[in-house]
């Protein structure tokens, strides 16, 4: 069984490996990586020599240039703060937030808590738990304020502030934008231009790509996608597909890459059979089309994985759709200790198991840990 390999997104989604890169040209060459933990900190891993978990914290905590924000397609990714203002005018997800706390508690509610919050966050950091402590907001309601507090991010009145306690947690503070961010005046963009150069930083690591690709990536509608395609520096290399030019050939794919639920390298459903062969869709992807945790050998997922363990434990699941030998079992043995060393953890366990599990059969969320009870 063989796959036609488009090595090329081996190459663009910067899984060789094989320059230096900081953390900030990873997420921009990459075309955006979720901001969720774990995936943000094994994403930076397959793709950044030498990476560790503190290079993410400094970037999003210190030296602050980059935002973690739930913008394209309203799931949280990593943004440069350059691009920040691109991506909110091209998306408008501070509206579709907005839109949906009023439905819940009404626009009265909201604007009560906006200006609460304004105030709250004058001069200090504070979690989402404080925040419903002092605001005195439980049950039903605290979905709410959620979506408002993405609202707000969205708007550029908040930002996601201060680290997490371990690469596994996605717990954070908010701060308020204008302290957090200081220096950085947003800027209203025209959204026809800001789709334009969303579309050029996104086919830098996905094209080449159709509009309905780009909708799906950035959740805009696909006139609006397709318009920004045709208003680019892309051309159409074939049938409705765009992509930049001047690219220099690839080399061959080197390598296994122990990739994470929901990595970007594998998110574009309708251009999965790149690196997944449609007799492992099943394992790879679920009904819904979320993708798992896979192991990625040399351009073309091999099988899948499992990340058990705590703060101080890693253990990786692995099992293969194909028989394996030594040689492919010690590539995920050297990947699964650059892992650990990059997350800080000095106890590693790799198990091998037998079989995968069909995702579409399996229950919902089984694609979060593939191989368990295996």
Same mark, same amino acid.
């Given at each position: 069984?063989?796959?036609?390999?488009?090595?090329?997104?081996?190459?663009?989604?910067?899984?060789?490996?094989?320059?230096?890169?900081?953390?900030?040209?990873?997420?921009?060459?990459?075309?955006?990586?979720?901001?969720?933990?774990?995936?943000?900190?094994?994403?930076?891993?397959?793709? +950044?020599? /030498?990476?560790?978990?503190?290079? =993410?914290?400094?970037? #999003?905590?210190?030296?602050? @240039?980059?935002?973690?924000? *739930? &913008?394209?397609?309203?799931?949280?990714?990593?943004?440069?703060?350059?691009?920040?203002?691109?991506?909110?005018?091209?998306?408008?997800?501070?509206?579709?937030?907005?839109?949906?706390?009023?439905?819940?508690?009404?626009?009265?509610?909201?604007?009560?808590?906006?200006?609460?919050?304004?105030?709250?966050?004058?001069?200090?950091?504070?979690?989402?738990?404080?925040?419903?402590?002092?605001?005195? +907001?439980? /049950?039903?309601?605290?979905?709410? =304020?959620?979506?408002? #507090?993405?609202?707000?991010? @969205?708007?550029?009145?908040? *930002? &996601?502030?201060?680290?997490?306690?371990?690469?596994?947690?996605?717990?954070?503070?908010?701060?308020?934008?204008?302290?957090?961010?200081?220096?950085?005046?947003?800027?209203?963009?025209?959204?026809?231009?800001?789709?334009?150069?969303?579309?050029?930083?996104?086919?830098?690591?996905?094209?080449?790509?159709?509009?309905?690709?780009?909708?799906?990536?950035?959740?805009?509608?696909?006139?609006?996608?397709?318009?920004?395609?045709?208003?680019?520096?892309?051309?159409?290399?074939?049938?409705?597909?765009?992509?930049?030019?001047?690219?220099?050939?690839?080399?061959?794919?080197?390598?296994?890459?122990?990739?994470?639920?929901?990595?970007?390298?594998?998110?574009?459903?309708?251009?999965?059979?790149?690196?997944?062969?449609?007799?492992?869709?099943?394992?790879?992807?679920?009904?819904?089309?979320?993708?798992?945790?896979?192991?990625?050998?040399?351009?073309?997922?091999?099988?899948?994985?499992?990340?058990?363990?705590?703060?101080?434990?890693?253990?990786?699941?692995?099992?293969?759709?194909?028989?394996?030998?030594?040689?492919?079992?010690?590539?995920?043995?050297?990947?699964?200790?650059?892992?650990?060393?990059?997350?800080?953890?000095?106890?590693?366990?790799?198990?091998?198991?037998?079989?995968?599990?069909?995702?579409?059969?399996?229950?919902?969320?089984?694609?979060?840990?593939?191989?368990?009870?295996?």
């Amino acid at each position: 069984m063989t796959l036609e390999l488009d090595i090329e997104q081996w190459h663009r989604q910067l899984l060789q490996r094989n320059r230096k890169l900081s953390v900030v040209e990873g997420v921009v060459n990459a075309g955006g990586l979720y901001s969720t933990a774990p995936t943000s900190y094994l994403s930076l891993i397959a793709r +950044v020599p /030498g990476f560790v978990r503190g290079d =993410l914290d400094r970037a #999003l905590y210190e030296d602050r @240039s980059l935002v973690r924000m *739930a &913008a394209l397609r309203g799931s949280g990714f990593l943004i440069p703060l350059d691009l920040i203002d691109n991506v909110v005018a091209a998306t408008d997800r501070g509206y579709v937030f907005a839109k949906w706390a009023d439905k819940l508690v009404g626009s009265e509610q909201v604007e009560a808590w906006r200006a609460d919050l304004f105030r709250l966050l004058d001069g200090q950091v504070l979690p989402a738990r404080k925040i419903r402590e002092e605001l005195g +907001v439980s /049950g039903k309601s605290s979905e709410a =304020l959620r979506y408002v #507090l993405s609202s707000m991010i @969205s708007r550029r009145e908040l *930002a &996601a502030a201060s680290g997490p306690k371990s690469w596994r947690d996605n717990q954070h503070g908010y701060a308020l934008w204008s302290q957090w961010f200081r220096g950085h005046r947003p800027r209203q963009v025209d959204p026809t231009m800001a789709r334009i150069e969303v579309a050029e930083w996104y086919l830098q690591g996905h094209g080449p790509a159709t509009a309905g690709d780009f909708a799906w990536f950035a959740g805009m509608k696909e006139a609006n996608a397709q318009a920004a395609l045709e208003g680019s520096a892309a051309v159409e290399v074939g049938d409705g597909w765009f992509d930049l030019l001047d690219r220099k050939p690839p080399a061959d794919p080197d390598g296994l890459r122990l990739l994470p639920v929901w990595d970007t390298a594998l998110v574009r459903q309708e251009q999965w059979r790149r690196m997944v062969h449609e007799d492992h869709y099943r394992f790879v992807y679920d009904a819904s089309g979320n993708v798992t945790s896979s192991i990625v050998r040399d351009g073309a997922v091999v099988g899948v994985w499992d990340r058990g363990g705590d703060n101080d434990r890693l253990v990786v699941k692995a099992a293969f759709f194909e028989p394996a030998g030594r040689g492919m079992k010690k590539l995920v043995d050297d990947e699964a200790a650059v892992v650990a060393r990059a997350v800080g953890v000095s106890d590693l366990e790799v198990e091998f198991v037998s079989s995968v599990v069909d995702l579409h059969a399996a229950s919902r969320n089984r694609f979060m840990s593939p191989l368990s009870g295996s």
